[in-house]
């Protein structure tokens, strides 16, 4: 299996984690968490999906790019607009989708430990 794919499968590990401790903790911001996960793993397959094969479109990659961008400004906005009275519960949501944006950069720290890297001994000789 490819690396990436491994690291997706962690992402979605870490964003069910996430969404559980939140859900646990801060019962009214898990939608946010979950969101916030589901976001990034969904960019991170729209990413894999245009990188695949030898040939990149350049064109398809700055669409990508762009429509990334929006969809983050409007969740972002979103969350606004739902939480705008409180000033705490904003930065809390704010704080709670941040953690799961970064649902796929934590994953690939994680891949990167040595409990993930396999070592074959025949090839040390």
């Known amino acids: 299996m490819k690396d990436e794919h491994k690291i997706a499968f962690i992402g979605i590990g870490y964003g069910a984690l996430l969404s559980l ?6 019962r009214e911001y ?4 979950l ?4 976001t990034s793993l969904f960019n991170h397959s729209q990413m894999l999906q245009i990188t695949k094969g030898n040939h ?3 064109n398809q990659l700055a669409t990508h ?7 983050y400004v409007i969740i972002i906005v979103i969350v606004f ?3 705008r009275e409180s000033q705490n519960a904003l930065i809390t949501a704010y704080v709670i989708l941040l953690l799961g944006f970064s649902s796929i950069k934590v994953s ?3 891949y990167a430990l040595p409990f993930f890297k396999k070592t074959d001994s ?3 000789e």
Do not use: C
């Not at 898990?30 to 968490?33: E, R």
């Open 21 to 26: 401790i939140v859900f646990i903790f801060y």
């Open 30 to 33: 898990a939608q946010w968490a």
């Open 35 to 38: 969101l916030g996960a589901l």
């Open 56 to 58: 990149v479109k350049i």
């Open 65 to 71: 790019l762009v429509t990334r961008f929006l969809l």
């Open 81 to 83: 607009f739902q939480l």
């Open 108 to 110: 690939t720290w994680i």
């Open 122 to 124: 025949s090839n040390k």
